[in-house]
């Protein structure tokens, strides 16, 4: 262990406090706004703490009664859970079998490339087909064609993330349950899946934060309370017509509370998805 | 079992996933190349052929090469901001000191963020009259007077890079914390013996272990950068003056608010060859940096 | 013979079929509206909750945008079977949603009285090649608001009825140290600008086309810009106005950080809320300002209306919809944010009381406004004129050339 002279060691913690400020700021200044009332927000000089906590507009966005600014919030939240619920399911539906697949016959590695190369479209390049196509069957500014394009998104990431899982399981371990007598399937069921379960909670956890996240298409394919997504519904908020900044900051602070719960709890899961498994933004 | 059986059985656990992909994104820009030949609209009917006239106008249009400009200097300066800060704070956080399991948790924050949330966040924070940022700056006496952060094309991309970056670095962050902590103990200690000055130390001992995952990181957010949406939707919609339209901005523009489905096809297309030129130029550095490092 | 009774028979029952369940069962109508700016989203909710109260069966779900998301969205939602029935729409948009057939021609809908109740420039805003295409809905113009508490310490007894007295008067408000930059505008890179622009090249005497060509960039159209870079770059005009759409705008003057404001009708009563401006009772308002020997005063079209989209499977409910948020009734009951399209309402004591000021400023402003161009590339040639005026705010380019590329960038 090397030795550290004190002057270096204020040096680090300076550093560190300098670095948690950085992070931790832009976050406290929104959870701040969401609760400060308009007319503090407005205050030339700025007042950084409210005088009295104001958690209204939480009440506000998360109401449910019928035809109010809530029910539009909450459903803009439903649609998020559902499509991202439902885009998750159907990648990891694909990406178990084909990361297993290429994983142990890495002669049909190359299939796997050509979909993971897929990941350098920009989605402007696929936009207009996907539009026409949701509209001819009638998918359009609907939670299943949206969950459907994002398996744009999702099923490579998983698949890739899958088939990193089922390289570190040795294939011995299949090749014995074979040999006393177990079909395929029964391995997999039985061996093989028990073993990837942890991959495979990184990859759904992975593929729930991209759909989230997701903002492009569901700007293009939704148009209402039906279909439309948390995101569109901020960048709405956020789009200079709203005038109370609490507001805003209210709906940012709810949007990102699912992800950044996940990601504290689950942080060990992510971290080692995103290094083992390559990495993703 | 034969490797044939093995190879059809293999084939047949991609099948869904290759008849979904061919669906949702092999089948579209089949599309997307059949459409940027035709003048087509967004609505309505199929259009006529037109050859290479999208392309031609487009390529030849002060839009596209302003674009093309911003975007780069967009992807450029963000992701090398992401890469600097992201190593520094990594190197950082693999020092001991107390409170260091807390601060690597929150670096997890930013990045689990949703983009568009960052995005809205930042628009506050830069808000020309009642912002945050105008009023520390002013408060603590280093400008005189609030300014128009995404206002003034001298200072929109920054601001957005800003906004940008501080959502980003801490994912490499995280990447490269994970990379030193592989460095082996006896290794760095050697050099210490050798009598390697810390940054002899760290070009040389250090610097070759991050090199591979950094790489990665590298294409991947470059690649991300390139086609950025989302955050200058939100904060600017590409203003002032077209000072942060980004590619993807002018395609969406061409596409769907000017409905020109066909032209705004080939400038999708010409976006998707410049990635991939530039996804294939990095793919060989990795390769290259891969191999050399270890 | 016989065959012809049996196809009747069927039809018949067929219709009967499509109609019986339709009586009883409830219609969902989808319509889309813009976040605040004229009628708050709260009026908009409670207008239509009058309206399914009296129509038990028809459910409305109601969707708001930003204004700068209206037209891609209700373009986009066109692709999609279950669209939007109702959507509003500006001014600007007509000639392109008739083109492309966003709209249904509802010209046959319009009754006589109607047509004799609401004022002829309201009607400019549904029109496109002689038909009908929707209702108009919410009558608007830019107006001048000002600061009356700031005017008086600058000793200015009357506002403006010039643009060049404007800029003198902010002079004198910023010489006395009042305000820094007394005046306010939209100036984003965005429609808003170009609604500004449009109230000075109405003041000018400019003109958008000639014979289907560019003319902006002659005359009115140069003087106009030229105007808007003079006030930016004399420090009169809050530099951050290229950053504002019209809620900053709002904001601004409602926190008393601007003398001279350009605004939509619906911030002289908002303003005037004790509840959220520190300026209310002191906000004035007249129409916007002439140019000598030109104009008497300036005023843009920036009036929306609400029309039936192609796609609806429920014209006729849609239309039940729209006579109902265009009627008389709720117009006057909701007309302190807009103010009603029926002639008679502005001499009706109930729309008038308290805000006397609007309604002197709205009998002239209303009867001054000037359009934007009706074009189906609308869109382009606003993008275009976005461009020049903000690369001419921003010194990036002089207005007689940035105006000259806009032309050629226009699309038309």
Request: no cysteine; aromatic share 14%.
């Given at each position: 262990m090397e030795r550290r002279s004190s002057a270096f060691t204020m040096f680090i913690y300076a550093c560190a406090l300098l670095l948690a400020a950085i992070i931790l700021a832009p976050i406290a200044w929104l959870f701040i706004m969401s609760i400060s009332p308009a007319a503090d927000l407005a205050a030339k000089p700025l007042r950084w703490w409210p005088q009295a906590a104001d958690f209204s507009r939480y009440q506000t966005l998360l109401s449910t009664a019928e035809n109010s600014a809530g029910a539009a919030f909450t459903s803009s939240l439903r649609n998020s859970l559902e499509i991202a619920g439902m885009a998750t399911l159907a990648a990891l539906a694909l990406a178990i079998p084909a990361g297993w697949a290429v994983s142990r016959t890495p002669a049909i590695g190359w299939s796997l490339s050509m979909v993971i190369a897929t990941y350098m479209l920009p989605p402007v390049a696929l936009a207009v087909p996907l539009y026409m196509g949701l509209s001819h069957l009638g998918l359009l500014n609907n939670v299943f064609g949206l969950a459907l394009v994002y398996l744009t998104i999702l099923a490579p990431f998983t698949t890739w993330l899958m088939k990193s899982g089922f390289d570190s399981i040795p294939r011995e371990i299949e090749a014995a349950a074979m040999i006393d007598g177990a079909g395929l399937f029964q391995t997999l069921r039985i061996i093989t899946l028990p073993l990837a379960a942890p991959v495979m909670a990184t990859s759904a956890l992975f593929a729930v934060l991209l759909a989230w996240d997701e903002f492009f298409y569901a700007l293009l394919f939704t148009s209402d309370q039906r279909a439309k997504t948390l995101t569109v519904a901020i960048a709405d908020l956020a789009g200079?017509?709203?005038?109370?900044y609490g507001l805003i900051a209210t709906a940012g602070v709810l949007a990102a509370l699912p992800p950044v719960l996940i990601g504290l709890v689950m942080q060990r899961a992510l971290i080692s998805g995103l290094t083992s498994g390559g990495v993703k933004g | 079992m034969s490797s044939t059986w093995m190879t059809t059985r293999a084939w047949l656990l991609m099948l869904p996933l290759l008849v979904v992909m061919v669906a949702v994104i092999g089948w579209p820009l089949v599309d997307t190349v059949g459409l940027s030949f035709t003048d087509a609209k967004l609505v309505g009917t199929g259009g006529n052929y037109v050859g290479f006239d999208n392309y031609a106008n487009m390529l030849s249009s002060s839009n596209f090469s302003r674009t093309l400009v911003t975007t780069t200097l967009f992807a450029v300066i963000s992701v090398a901001a992401e890469m600097v800060i992201g190593v520094l704070a990594a190197l950082l956080l693999n020092q001991q000191f107390h409170g260091r399991a807390v601060l690597r948790a929150l670096m997890i924050l930013p990045w689990a963020l949703p983009t568009v949330v960052n995005a809205t966040l930042w628009r506050l924070i830069y808000n020309?009259?009642?912002?945050a940022l105008n009023a520390a700056l002013t408060q603590l006496n280093l400008i005189d007077a609030y300014r128009s952060w995404l206002g003034e094309p001298g200072t929109a991309l920054t601001a957005l890079i800003v906004a940008d970056c501080w959502k980003n670095f801490p994912l490499v962050a995280l990447i490269a914390l994970a990379a030193l902590q592989a460095v082996p103990r006896d290794i760095t200690a050697a050099s210490l013996v050798d009598g390697a000055g810390p940054f002899n130390r760290f070009r040389f001992v250090i610097l070759p272990y991050l090199a591979g995952p950094l790489m990665v990181a590298l294409v991947l957010r470059t690649i991300e950068a390139f086609k950025v949406f989302d955050i200058i939707w939100v904060m600017t919609r590409g203003g002032p003056a077209n000072s942060t339209r980004t590619l993807s901005i002018l395609v969406y523009q061409e596409a769907f608010s000017f409905q020109r489905a066909g032209s705004g096809a080939s400038l999708a297309l010409i976006v998707t060859l410049l990635v991939t030129v530039l996804a294939v130029a990095y793919a060989a550095l990795v390769k290259k940096t891969a191999g050399s490092a270890v | 013979m016989l065959k012809t009774i049996t196809k009747t028979l069927v039809g018949a029952v067929f219709a009967g079929g499509l109609l019986v369940p339709h009586a009883f069962a409830e219609t969902t109508l989808n319509a889309l509206f813009m976040a605040q700016?004229?009628?708050s989203e709260a009026d908009v909710r409670a207008m239509t909750d009058a309206f399914t109260k009296a129509n038990p069966d028809v459910k409305v779900n109601l969707e708001f945008v930003p204004y700068e998301g209206l037209h891609d969205k209700t373009v986009l939602a066109q692709?999609?079977?279950?669209?939007?029935?109702v959507v509003l729409f500006d001014v600007i948009w007509p000639a392109e949603y008739a083109t492309n057939k966003v709209l249904v021609d509802v010209s046959s809908k319009i009754t006589d009285d109607m047509k004799k109740g609401v004022l002829p420039g309201a009607w400019t805003t549904v029109q496109y090649d002689g038909k009908y295409y929707g209702m108009p809905w919410i009558l608007d113009t830019k107006y001048l608001f000002y600061n009356k508490d700031i005017l008086e310490k600058a000793g200015i007894k009357t506002p403006p009825k010039t643009w060049e007295e404007l800029g003198a008067q902010a002079k004198t408000i910023q010489d006395k140290g009042l305000l820094k930059t007394p005046i306010a505008w939209s100036?984003?890179?965005?429609?808003a600008a170009i609604c500004d622009y449009t109230t000075l090249v109405s003041a000018y005497g400019g003109d958008f086309l000639k014979d289907g060509k560019p003319d902006f960039q002659n005359g009115g159209g140069l003087s106009a810009l030229k105007y808007m870079v003079d006030s930016y770059k004399s420090g009169l005009t809050n530099p951050n106005s290229k950053e504002f759409l019209e809620e900053d705008v709002r904001k601004v003057f409602e926190n008393g950080d601007a003398a001279f404001a350009l605004n939509w009708t619906y911030m002289y009563n908002m303003a005037n809320d004790p509840k959220d401006s520190k300026v209310a009772g002191k906000v004035g308002v007249v129409p916007a300002p002439g140019v000598t020997g030109i104009s008497e005063v300036s005023a843009v079209n920036g009036s929306m209306g609400l029309g039936v989209t192609?796609?609806?499977?429920?014209p006729d409910e849609a239309w039940k919809y729209i006579e109902y948020m265009t009627s008389q009734a709720t117009q006057n009951q909701y007309a302190k944010l807009s103010l009603p399209i029926w002639a008679s309402s502005y001499d009706d004591p109930a729309v008038t009381k308290g805000q006397e000021e609007l309604i002197a400023a709205a009998k002239l402003g209303l009867a001054a406004m000037y359009p934007r161009p009706t074009t189906p590339k609308y869109q382009e040639l606003s993008t275009a004129l976005q461009q020049a005026i903000q690369e001419s705010l921003l010194g990036q380019s002089s207005p007689e050339d940035a105006l000259k590329t806009a032309a050629q960038n226009s699309g038309l």
């Open positions: 200079g017509r709203v005038s109370d | 020309p009259e009642y912002g | 700016a004229a009628y692709g999609s079977g279950g669209g939007y029935d100036w984003s890179q965005a429609e192609a796609v609806s499977k429920h």
